[in-house]
């Protein structure tokens, strides 16, 4: 167990029979130093005793994570394909056992690569399993009822799942629950299952199919979750992915309801081993917690499950089969859930004897803290450090208590300096401190000890940007969206950090993921927009300006952005004019009607954005300028007339003939405004435009008698006499 003391985890609890563990590893160790050509198996063995201690410990440890790699590739060598398995064991194998052991390996290797997170991988080898097993699962929509007083049916979510067994399956059915009597003990045992007529709840645990009903007398339309019946391997593989389907998306309320058809399958299966069973019920207790109609009968299944995990009965033999096979939470850790599911129905009492018991310290001193109860907490942990000095879970409890760091560094001290969490608190404390290197530096020491803890290397990715070390930033992010793939602030970070350092075509992509995970903020949508400009590609730069308006309820907006794109497609058309004359000599002028239609759409998007923030009442007199600029590129000079009269008006105010900046402004707009009505007038032969501009600059003249010796003075000047000329030749 020196991984463990290596990087100084802690456990969930001591096990009593701790050296049964150590004396299992050394003999497979042992017996790994024969002639492998007949220890094939001894790599599974050694596998699954590294996931029992990944199991126990309640941080993931990167040394046992490599074990588990190496140890998980020489298993899938040897028993990954069904013709390694039959060359193995040969004449040994029954019926049907080849693909069992094939699938076994593949659906042990697919629940390792999820502990760790490695989705895609899982994935594979979830899929591979699924096949090996002859199991193929697919969702259909069925009608039926969901509550108990519900009267008209809705479509419910059905998982489907067509098997294919050998011959001799059949007769290996009964090996689900061992002896008949066995299977109706264990039925009669098992506490944690309220039936369907439950008193806290009118919500049915499974749908009450409607053509269930209609046709209950017709064997051929049963409900699909009844007409297969998954062998056990086939019934694991169908909860694997059931945590696959709840950790692929972003966690939501249609995460649970994702999950419920794989639970509802399993859970219409008659017959199922004992972890299989316990599994699905943990599911649906983690489903249903998070509903408040049916939170009071997840309280109870858990209560009940606890209780079943720790009797008796079941016997070893039953509890045994297939545990490898599921991702069963060890008791301790069950237990740990169940006190949190305690807290969030507000029982703080209850969950405080269950954290006491498992000597949680984290999770005891958070409900002293609900309690009011500090003081207690403090004085708790004081007590139990007089009675084991040297452990340095207490004394980073009691830092976090008391938040002082002289306890941390006692932790480091009594644990040789390997105590990864205490290197966490102070790297913490560093950066409260704004001493950005030395929160590096420890942040470094931390992750060495423990580099699979994700959060760790995005606070240390943090960190170095403070510090100005670009690369360890861009580093430190990128290891840490490989262990949390669904860190959308760390893909954030990565795309800002590419930005900051020119880098836009890696932005992008960076970006894209990011958008994923925070859809709903509209500062990634801005500063995905910024790096769209930079790589050319307008269309997806106004879709996301677009997303920035809809989510800060069109508040904000990057009048640069815009004024730039507006740019772009006002030098479009000339350019599109040559290119058409220059495909009409060549006879092929599709690419530059292509061209036409496409600026004319994005013209369109952009008027949609500027009329979206116009209409909101945000606009200023450089959105009026704009959104002029775009009626006269859509050949509007009406409208645009009309939006350059109040660009000028926003930009009036009390100190406009006092200041030179504001009179500049007002100078120009108000010069364009005047060419506008020229045009106006030129093409309609009406007068009353000119009349308007005369008298504008006459006023505007008027009034700005401290800039007669300015240039946009004299513009203006210029531009009243030309029109005074064109009023006289009418």
Known sequence: MGCMGFCSLSFYWFP???EIL????????CIKSLDPTYCCSVSWWLCRLSMVQQNIVDELSSTLFDQIQEYKNKTLAHFGELENVFSYWGPLLCDGEGSY?????????GIAEYKYGRIDQSRLY??????????????TGILGFRTIHQVNAKSQMVLVANTSRPAAGEEQETELTGTQGDAVALKNA?????????????ILRMPRLLENENDSGNENTKDPCKKAVPTAIQQAAVLAECLHVSRRSRYDEMSGWEMAPYIELIDSQEESYF?????????????????????????????????????DFPVAAQRAKLVFGVQMPTLPALRKEYGELLISCGIVGEALDIFKDLELWDNLIYCYRL??????????????????????????????????????????????????????????????RNDFHASKMLWESALALNSLFPDGWFAYGRVAWKDKDLQKAVDAFSRSVQIDPENGEAWNNIACLHMIRGKSQAAVQAFKEAVKFKRNSWEVWDNYSKVLLDTGN???????????????????????????????????????????????????SDDANHETRKSNQLLDVIGDILQQIVRSGGSNSEIWGLYARWHKTKGNLIACSEAMLKQVRSLQGSGLWHDQKKFTKYAQASQQLCKVYMEISSSTGSQRELFSAEMHLKSSLKQAADFLNTLEYKALDDCLAEIKNLIGSA
């Open 16 to 18: 009593c029979s701790w």
């Open 126 to 139: 979830l899929d591979s399993a699924q096949e090996a097993c002859g199991l193929h699962l697919s969702l």
């Open 22 to 29: 150590t004396y299992a590893e050394l003999m497979l160790t």
């Open 101 to 109: 052991f094939v699938s076994a390996a593949l659906l042990e290797a």
């Open 538 to 588: 307008i269309q997806q730069t106004l879709e996301a300006v677009k997303m920035v308006l809809n989510l800060s309820s069109n508040k904000r907006y990057n009048i640069d952005l815009l004024e730039k794109v507006m740019t772009m497609l006002e030098e479009q058309p000339a350019h599109l004019s040559y290119t058409q004359e220059a495909e009409s000599v060549s006879s092929t």
């Open 190 to 202: 098992r506490s944690s299952v309220p039936g369907e007529s439950d008193e806290f709840c009118d």
């Open 275 to 311: 972890v299989v069973r316990s599994l699905c019920d943990i599911l649906r207790i983690r489903w249903e917690s998070t509903r408040s109609r049916t939170k009071q009968r997840a309280l109870l299944m858990m209560e009940n499950l606890v209780e079943d995990v720790g009797n």
């Open 371 to 432: 309690l009011g109860k500090v003081a207690d907490a403090t004085s708790l942990i004081n007590t139990r450090i007089s009675v084991t000095p040297n452990d340095p879970r207490l004394w980073c409890s009691l830092g976090d208590v008391t938040n002082n760091d002289d306890h941390y560094k006692k932790a480091l001290e009594v644990s040789n300096n390997k105590s990864a969490r205490a290197l966490r608190a102070l790297a913490r404390s560093a950066y409260n």
